[in-house]
Structure formats: structure tokens, C-alpha cells
């Protein structure tokens, strides 16, 4: 359970200025906050807004890539994705029960992202057309995902870190995994080689935006870090995931879609990066408010499965719930 004694920003009593400068020093002193500790209602609603934003993008991301499942081209690569999409459902688990400490029902936000109060990563909204699409999503979109995600690991919020820790290791073997398929395809036929350019070149902006706005236009950014949620800005973040993906890049043989991509020696302090062209940022928000190729199409299926497993719901509380009721009759005995 958490605090509802102390919860406001909007109050200027001395007890709750007293009380948020104390915990910011804890925030400051690099102290982990669990579920039992008093904390500002801003920070509770910001981690369950965060939370369960990253666990709907985990479950909804199964869609893109289960797509290929029946048509992976063999046995070996079958196995590997189905393993792959089964980790990402785990990944939502352990996100849903690190929002259920802060006092919200994994049914609230199940209903928040089917009615649409409740967002999930861009990127998903974009199709898997080709099977290169999906050694591009794990090497980029796992790879922007990863650096995004790291910091996490060092979250205030503790189950929210703890979680992060053991989504980052798998995360990390996603991204191999992906850039494993498009580097065989990169040594493979003309053709193939050619999926894995066409399909760099659809995915390499989306991805770019997968880590929001820039510097100044984010809502959230500067309290976020304050409170020890967020370690580092979106630019920040976006500029380490360039300057590592370009030379992965030239291994494989295919030429990232940015005419305006230049390597400047004056970026990093001095230890140099990539310059990239500018970001289409209203392309991303026309997909953040529902109007990507796939939006209707990743909630109608994601609707569909929850109306489906309803049943399996149901019994299974049944069953918890009988099996609880003949606990208490034997105790009584």
C-alpha cells in the first residue's frame, strides 16, 4: 500500500513542504522508495503512468513481430521468435505487478489502454512487412529499448528497478539476436541483402522517436529526473544509441536513410559523434494520438484476446477462490 497522508504538490502547509523536501533527500541520497513508503501522489501517479505505459508496450509488441511466427523461414528461427515474444509477455508480467504495488489493479490498466487513456511505445504502430522487418525490430527497436532501459535499472522505485534488471539482460539477447538475422541476410543473395536496406530504411526514423522529444518539449522530463525516475534526456539518450548503431551499420553493408548524417568531432566532450538530420516529429505525434498504419489494428487484437481469455480469468479465480474458501473450513474444523 502507499501513503495517502502526504501526497500533494498543490498544498503549502509547513508539514508537507517539510515532508517533500524529505523525501527528495532520499531521492537525492540515491535511497531506493518501496511500496510501503510515504511518497508524493506526483511521483505514485508518474510511476503508474511510466509503468504501465512500458508494460502495454511489451504485451502490445508481441503483435508485430507473433506476425512472423507461422512464417518464419525455418524451424531454427520459429523456435527463436516464439521464445522471443513469450519473453516479451514476461516482460509485461513483471511491469504489471511493479504498477500493482502503487495501489492501481492490472484490470484498471487493461481498461486505461483498451479505452484509450492509456498510450504504448509508438513504434509498435508501425507493420512487419517483410521477415528482415523483424531482425530490424530487434536490433533497433530492442536496441533503442536497451538504452532506454538501462538507466531504469537505477530507477528510485525499486520494483520498477529490480524488474528493469532482469527485462534488460533478455532485451539484450533480443538485439543480437536481431542483428544476427539481418547480418545473414546482409551475406546472403542480392535480394536479401536488399530486404534488409529497404527495411532499415522504413524503420530508422520511427525508431529515432521511439526516445520522445526533444530536450525542452517534454512534459514530464525535468520532474522525472528530480525524482530519480529519469537518468538521462531523450537527446541524450537518442544521440549514445546513433553513435552506436552507425558502425554496426557498415558491418552489415546497408547505409542508414540520412543524407544529413555527419560524424562531428566536437560532440561527447570532444570524443566526437554522429549529427543526424531533423526528426519528423509530426509524423510521431499523428502516431501517438491514433493515426498510424496499425493503431485500430493493435488494440481491436489486443481486445479480442482479452474478451477470448475471459474465461480462463474466471475459472482460474473460481478455483483460487474455493480452494481459499475449503483453507478457512479446515481451519475451522
Keep these: 500500500m502507499y501513503s495517502q497522508g502526504l501526497i500533494g504538490s498543490d498544498s503549502s502547509t509547513d508539514e508537507t513542504v517539510e515532508f517533500l523536501a524529505a523525501f527528495q533527500a532520499r531521492i537525492d541520497a540515491e535511497e531506493k522508495i518501496e511500496p510501503n513508503d510515504a511518497m508524493p501522489e506526483g511521483y505514485r501517479r508518474t510511476l503508474i503512468r511510466q509503468i504501465g505505459q512500458h ?8 503483435q508485430p513481430e507473433g506476425n512472423w511466427i507461422t512464417r518464419a523461414p525455418s524451424l531454427r528461427r520459429k523456435a527463436a521468435l516464439l521464445a522471443k515474444v513469450q519473453d516479451e509477455g ?28 492509456a498510450k504504448y511505445s509508438s513504434i509498435f504502430n508501425y507493420p512487419t512487412l517483410s521477415w528482415a522487418d523483424i531482425g530490424t525490430v530487434g536490433w533497433l527497436v530492442d536496441g533503442a529499448a536497451i ?12 520494483p520498477y528497478a529490480r524488474a528493469m534488471i532482469r527485462v534488460c539482460k533478455e532485451e539484450s539477447f533480443h538485439q543480437r539476436q536481431g542483428y544476427e538475422i539481418l547480418l545473414t541476410l546482409c ?3 542480392a535480394a536479401q541483402k536488399e530486404m534488409a536496406q529497404e ?23 525535468d520532474q522525472n529526473t528530480k525524482w530519480g525516475i529519469k537518468r538521462f534526456s531523450n ?26 548524417l555527419k560524424w562531428d568531432d566536437s560532440l561527447n566532450d570532444g570524443r566526437g559523434g554522429y549529427v543526424h538530420g531533423p526528426i519528423d516529429w509530426d509524423e510521431f505525434w499523428r502516431v501517438v494520438k491514433g ?10 487484437n489486443y481486445k479480442k484476446t482479452v474478451d477470448d481469455g475471459a474465461w480462463v480469468r474466471e475459472a482460474a479465480m473460481a478455483h483460487a ?6 483453507k478457512l473450513a479446515m481451519a475451522a474444523e
Design 55 to 62: 508494460a502495454h508496450s511489451e504485451i502490445i509488441g508481441m
Design 90 to 117: 514476461g516482460h509485461g508480467l513483471y511491469l504489471y505487478s511493479a504498477a500493482e504495488t502503487l495501489g492501481v489493479s492490472r484490470e484498471d490498466l487493461t481498461d486505461q489502454l483498451l479505452d484509450g487513456r
Design 147 to 158: 538504452m532506454n532501459q538501462i538507466p531504469l535499472c537505477r530507477c528510485s522505485f525499486g
Design 187 to 189: 551475406k546472403g543473395s
Design 199 to 221: 527495411s532499415l530504411n522504413r524503420w530508422w526514423w520511427p525508431v529515432l522517436m521511439m526516445f520522445g522529444p526533444s530536450d525542452g518539449e517534454s512534459v514530464h522530463s
Design 235 to 260: 537527446d541524450a539518450l537518442r544521440q549514445k544509441f546513433i553513435d552506436a548503431t552507425i558502425p554496426q551499420a557498415k558491418v552489415l553493408g546497408i547505409e542508414v536513410p540520412d543524407p544529413d
Design 291 to 300: 493515426h498510424g498504419a496499425m493503431n485500430r489494428d493493435r488494440i481491436r
Design 321 to 326: 477462490e474455493k480452494r481459499a474458501a475449503r
